[in-house]
Each structure stands twice: as C-alpha cells, then as structure tokens.
C-alpha cells in the first residue's frame, strides 16, 4: 500500500518546524497531537467488509488550495441511554449504526465509538457542535478506522495489532520528539511515535486522554478511548466546529496541513452528504 506520512505538532510547544509541502511555520504556539498520518486516498486497501458496493473514497481535486469549507456536522440516531450510563460504543442506536456502516463501508465497531463520541459530547460541551462524520473523517485519514497495515478493531474495542507511526527522530521533515513514555505506548524508548487509531503522539495523550469504556485505563489504542479523546482535543481547539474557522482550527490543531484538512473534509461530506 503506498502511503505518504506527514509531521503533527506536538501539544502546547511553540517551536519552528519544516513540515513537507507547508514550510517553516511561524514560531507562534502550534497546538497539535497527531505525529502523523496514513492517507488511504492514496492506497489501493477497501474499507468494509466489500459485501456492498459504497464510495469508501473522497473525490479529491488535486489542484485545491488553502482550507476547507467547514462540512455539516452530522449527529447520530442516538438509542436512548443517560451519556454516562453505558460505555461510548452503546450510546448510538444499533439500527443506526447497521444502516450507516451498510452505507459508507465504516466497519459498524469503529462507527459505533465515532457515533458515541459525537453523541456523548453534544451534552458535554453542546457549543462545540462536532459530528461523527468528522470524527470519522479522521479515523479515516489516520488509520482507515483502525484497520491499516492488517489491524482490525475487536469487538472489545482494542484495536490489534497496535497501530504505531514512524519514529519522531527529526528525520525527513519530521519532528524530533525524544521518548516521553518510556515505550509504553509506542514501544519505543528512544523516540517517541504516534499511536492508536486517531494517532496520538504519547506526550498528548498523557494530557488529554480518556476514559471512554469506563474500564478503568485510557488507552489510545482502544477505539472508544482514542475517538472520545479526539473529540474533547478537537473541542477544545476549536470552540465551535460549525463554522469554517472554527473546524479549520480545530483540525489544523490536530494536523497542521491544509492538505490534511481537505482531506478529512472530503471524508466528513462523504459519510454525510
């Protein structure tokens, strides 16, 4: 599968930095938490079990430029239950979640925490307005909802194997980030790579991340934790994700890119035209 991977920007560090294709970025602080990321636009692998024939891929122009216009946020059908009553993955409507997955080729696991997340963070932080199509929408870009390079996402919710980015050495355009977590996220105790389905750098999730499942851990490599995660990041970066700059800031906060941003984008509106 070819892939293209692209520098993140490291949470709360005002730094200098040279990402592919953007250029020297201001010294301004630059908030971001993915270290990478897989663009499945680019590859040949399908999403969902094939059974149905759906668009799994965005029609991207390869002349854009700058950011995109902000999609519609789209909420779920929800089943009902108090948000902190049942864990993030029961919190959308089966029959919901069936028909979408048979829609848009989202495998209904990964859909069910993306549906959960949107769900349980309209009640939560109701201002802030994200959809499950953005949240997938980078799952999507991340890690083909927690499916690249031969993952899958377990019932459970873990998603096996760990899905583990390249090491931030500094190397090609990359952010040098020497280990943070003593390889217990990302295996790798010299430097640190960015883990999980939505691809936290390990630095990030100590600050941000949560608890979805209500297991007791918050682990970026289960589904429910890692989507939920993004939802409160993206939240909090954007204030509102309604608006074209609230969206582009928010998304921008977790990947820089204008490049990445359309891309999420394309995916947002494909899920939810």
């Known amino acids: 599968m070819s892939r293209r991977v692209r520098a993140g920007v490291l949470a709360d560090e005002a730094m200098m930095l040279a990402l592919p294709g953007v250029g020297v970025a201001s010294a301004s602080l630059l908030t971001g938490c993915a270290g990478s990321f897989f663009s499945p636009?680019?590859?040949?692998?399908?999403?969902?079990?094939?059974?149905?024939?759906?668009?799994?891929?965005?029609?991207?122009?390869?002349?854009?430029?700058?950011?995109?216009a902000a999609p519609a946020q789209a909420l779920p059908e929800s089943a009902g239950y108090g948000i902190w009553d049942v864990p993030l993955a029961e919190l959308a409507a089966p029959a919901w979640v069936q028909a979408t997955s048979e829609a848009t080729g989202i495998p209904t696991r990964a859909l069910s925490a993306y549906a959960g997340a949107a769900i349980r963070v309209s009640e939560t932080r109701p201002e802030c307005g994200i959809g499950w199509n953005t949240l997938a929408g980078i799952g999507a870009v991340e890690s083909r909802h927690g499916t690249y390079g031969g993952s899958q996402v377990l019932d459970s919710g873990q998603v096996e194997p760990r899905i583990i980015g390249v090491p931030l050495d500094g190397s090609a355009g990359f952010l040098a980030i020497p280990d943070t977590d003593g390889g217990a996220l990302d295996e790798d105790t010299e430097w640190d790579r960015a883990v999980g389905p939505m691809q936290f750098i390990p630095e990030t999730w100590a600050k941000f991340g949560q608890d979805a499942n209500f297991d007791g851990v918050a682990d970026p490599h289960h589904i429910d934790d890692a989507v939920q995660t993004a939802a409160a990041y993206l939240c909090e970066r954007g204030g509102e994700l309604t608006s074209d700059d609230g969206w582009n800031t928010a998304i921008s906060a977790y990947n820089l890119p204008a490049e990445y941003a359309r891309e999420v984008a394309g995916y947002a509106v494909l899920y939810a035209p």
Do not use: F, K, M, N
């Open 41 to 68: 636009a680019y590859g040949e692998d399908e999403v969902g079990s094939g059974e149905a024939q759906v668009q799994t891929e965005p029609e991207l122009d390869p002349a854009a430029e700058g950011y995109p």
